[in-house]
């Protein structure tokens, strides 16, 4: 109990986290087993024939990387073999009561996704660089919201509010960076506004014991009527003054911004996604191997040994429910400073609960909820570049994809998985 002391410094690894080995799941297995089923149908049953190509370069990439072309039937068939060895691997595992390791989800799904691209695009280019630039787009405001969830749900309250950080962080940093002229003045209004509805939350789910899931429902449906009223009452009527539309123009680091494939995506960004890295290193390291950390986890998994040892529970739940909801609402500034400008009606259209859903999948973990992000928005930009190509799916599956993924990866793919112990109860002192 003396590692939680106040003057205590924290270890390097995550003492709070308690691991989950002995309970057989086959929920992972299945998972697995169903993609695989539908590969073999898709790729073996109903497979195209052709050529898939892959453009790994841009224009401006110092190396020019040749086109990658793929015969979309023998591709199919070694994507199969693949995801056959890893489900039979995953389920090996599980009958073993072992975790399944991060990589062979990661591989899993990158061969998965290299089969489907290449039978969706069979006879025509798939611009690689295109497609991840803009699944980073996508997936920014996602990562900044799992963030503000994975500290929020770490330190013991259930955060459904991400939506509403998000909406309350477009339309702050919309107005402002307006009435100013500047993006960075809208980018402190989105902090503000984001601690502003997780002050709410931290307040009823803390201070007053209400039920955190339906706080954060009845939170997300106030932030969007209030955000529409407002829009359609005063920033549409003035769109010349209060809806200007100013954003970040991208950054480019000289040097790094010229590799191929990675160039383009990671080092050609706003400012925004350049302060998204920085916010995942620092959640990361902050969380594992500082004293804020450790404390945070020790709140969120056994309040009252935190308790006894001095720490105060409820001033660093709200505190930490503040720092989420201002994480949250820098991915809301991403939606109009950092994307389309203007601020719309609802235009997180749901963002947040996919944010939510990363951190499950990710389970909450800074790097896999991030991971799990990029794949969502990998899967949300996928509907883009298919639609460019004039890919023979359907535009109703295409529309439907992200959810799709999202609703298997946490239904299906995540395996075994607990939350933090003392996530969604409420503290009181005895």
Request: glycine share 10%; net charge positive.
């Amino acid at each position: 109990m003396s590692v939680l002391a106040p003057n205590a410094t924290a270890p390097s690894s995550p003492v709070g986290d308690r691991p989950v080995t002995s309970v057989r799941s086959w929920k992972a297995p299945v998972g697995f087993g169903v993609f695989t089923v539908l590969a073999i149908l898709l790729l073996g049953v109903f497979h195209h024939t052709g050529t898939a190509s892959f453009r790994l370069a841009s224009a401006s990439d110092f190396v020019q990387l040749p086109t990658v072309p793929l015969d979309v039937l023998g591709t199919g068939i070694v994507v199969i073999a693949v995801m056959a060895i890893a489900t039979a691997y995953v389920a090996f595992l599980a009958a073993n009561r072992r975790r399944v390791p991060t990589w062979v989800t990661a591989v899993f799904a990158i061969v998965a996704v290299v089969g489907f691209l290449a039978w969706s695009g069979a006879g025509a280019t798939i611009p690689v660089p295109g497609l991840l630039v803009g699944a980073l787009g996508l997936s920014a405001p996602l990562i900044f919201g799992s963030l503000g969830g994975v500290i929020s749900e770490r330190v013991g309250v259930v955060n459904i509010a991400i939506e509403g950080q998000f909406l309350a962080g477009a339309f702050a940093s919309a107005m402002l960076a307006s009435l100013t002229g500047s993006a960075w003045v809208g980018l402190v209004a989105a902090v503000v506004a984001g601690v502003l509805v997780s002050f709410v939350l931290a307040a009823f789910s803390i201070k007053y014991l209400v039920d955190q899931v339906i706080v954060g429902v009845v939170i997300n449906a106030f932030v969007s009527g209030l955000t529409g009223f407002l829009y359609s009452q005063v920033l549409s009527p003035n769109e010349a003054t209060l809806n200007k539309g100013i954003r970040f123009d991208n950054l480019a680091i000289p040097g790094l911004s010229k590799i191929p494939i990675i160039g383009p995506v990671f080092f050609d960004q706003s400012v925004i996604v350049y302060l998204m890295y920085i916010a995942v290193a620092a959640v990361t390291v902050g969380l594992f191997t500082t004293r804020w950390g450790l404390r945070l986890r020790a709140v969120g998994e056994h309040p009252q040994a935190a308790d006894t040892v001095g720490i105060n529970v409820t001033s660093t739940r709200f505190w930490n429910v503040s720092l989420a909801g201002a994480i949250a609402g820098l991915g809301g500034a991403f939606f109009t400073l950092g994307s389309v400008g203007p601020f719309a009606k609802d235009m997180t259209a749901g963002a947040g609960y996919i944010a939510l859903a990363a951190v499950i999948f990710g389970r909450w973990d800074p790097i896999k909820a991030t991971l799990a992000a990029l794949l969502f928005g990998f899967a949300s930009n996928l509907q883009n570049v298919l639609g460019a190509i004039n890919s023979p799916v359907p535009s109703e599956f295409l529309l439907m994809l992200p959810y799709i993924v999202t609703v298997f990866a946490v239904a299906g793919l995540v395996g075994q998985s607990r939350g933090p112990a003392a996530s969604g109860k409420p503290y009181i002192k005895s």
